[in-house]
T-cell receptor
Framework: EDQVTQSPEALRLQEGESSSLNCSYT??????LFWYRQDPGKGPEFLFT???AGEEKEKERLKATLTKKESFLHITAPKPEDSATYLC????????????FGTGTQLKVEL | SQTIHQWPATLVQPVGSPLSLECTVE??????LYWYRQAAGRGLQLLFY??????ISSEVPQNLSASRPQDRQFILSSKKLLLSDSGFYLC?????????FGPGTRLTVT
């Protein structure tokens, strides 16, 4: 059974204070690892897909990296508008595009 | 481009009442569609998925059912709601192997 564990559960940063969110996963065969951003009361917003170990993707202040056991979402010089819950999910090669999600990291960036 | 709609946005229903939530997708044909539930403090739980009209796969035994009467319409239903059915219900579609979510329906069963 696929499993995704995210840490920390919650993170408070000062504006400009860089940090990383962790997503550890176990999957029989990884088809893709996905990062989403979710604002309160909204549906998750797609950020990145990573397919193989060593892959990296960037978008504005966010950079996602992937190893064989975990993924990191690095946030560089965050701003208050980066405050949200960040969700990680995996799809396995035999899963028919079904995703297994972690419980998320709730990020708050303060002035 | 594709867009996904869900309604209603919020719903308060008494225990034992029926439920019907609707999801529609525009800008794509024969999409794979998914229903998830998100409970407070928990991750998204896949409830149902559909690869085509009339084709429904259930992931979790429960008080809910799903139907796909049209290519781009996905409906989540219940005959009698339970308190444990409360949560945030999300519909999603696949595009280029990536899932995109709708705005969600907040269901409170009282």
């Amino acid at each position: 059974e696929d499993q995704v564990t995210q840490s920390p559960e919650a993170l408070r940063l000062q504006e400009g204070e860089s940090s990383s969110l962790n997503c550890s996963y176990t999957v029989s065969g990884l088809r893709g690892l996905f990062w989403y951003r979710q604002d309160p009361g909204k549906g998750p917003e797609f950020l990145f897909t990573l397919y193989s170990a060593g892959e990296e993707k960037e978008k504005e202040r966010l950079k996602a990296t992937l190893t064989k056991k975990e993924s990191f979402l690095h946030i560089t010089a965050p701003k208050p508008e980066d405050s949200a819950t960040y969700l990680c999910a995996v799809a396995n090669t035999g899963g028919g595009n079904k995703l297994t999600f972690g419980t998320g990291t709730q990020l708050k960036v303060e002035l | 481009s594709q867009t996904i709609h869900q309604w209603p946005a919020t719903l308060v229903q008494p225990v034992g009442s029926p439920l019907s939530l609707e999801c529609t997708v525009e800008g794509t044909s024969n999409p794979n569609l998914y229903w998830y539930r998100q409970a407070a403090g928990r991750g998204l739980q896949l409830l149902f998925y559909s690869v085509g009209i009339g084709q429904i796969s259930s992931e979790v035994p429960q008080n809910l059912s799903a139907s796909r009467p049209q290519d781009r319409q996905f409906i989540l239903s219940s005959k009698k709601l339970l308190l444990s059915d409360s949560g945030f219900y999300l519909c999603a579609y696949i595009h280029s192997y990536e899932q995109y979510f709708g705005p969600g329906t907040r269901l409170t069963v009282t």
